[in-house]
């Protein structure tokens, strides 16, 4: 079935973002003095070696979350009910999130502080 233009942007441009992101984390590695990006948190701050893995870690999530998007991205475009549609888009957002916050669970069993 083909699918119009607009549908495939609102599918997948979140995810599309989030990738991008993803690799200024894993590939980048933002440094502490950039104010603008940057996984910050008590624990990252600590020391350079926790900011580095803070870094790799908040990247490899947020890889892991967009794939994740992408995947209710496509579902996205196989429904054809409006809320659906919403719920999917919402989905996105959460599972996002919800990898994203895996990260400080990690750094904490990691550094165990």
Do not use: D, H
């Amino acid at each position: 079935m083909q699918y119009p233009l607009g549908s495939y942007i609102i599918a997948f441009i979140f995810p599309a973002f989030v990738l991008l992101m993803a690799l200024c984390y894993l590939v980048g590695r933002p440094k502490p003095e950039n104010k603008l990006i940057g996984f910050r948190t008590v624990r990252t701050l600590s020391s350079p070696a926790a900011w580095k893995r803070g870094q790799y870690l908040f990247g490899r999530q947020l890889l892991i979350g967009s794939l994740v998007a992408g995947l209710f991205g496509y579902g996205f475009l196989t429904v054809s009910s409006t809320f659906l549609k919403v719920v999917l888009i919402l989905m996105q957002i959460l599972a996002v999130t919800l990898f994203g916050m895996f990260t400080e669970f990690i750094l904490r069993k990691e550094l165990r502080r």
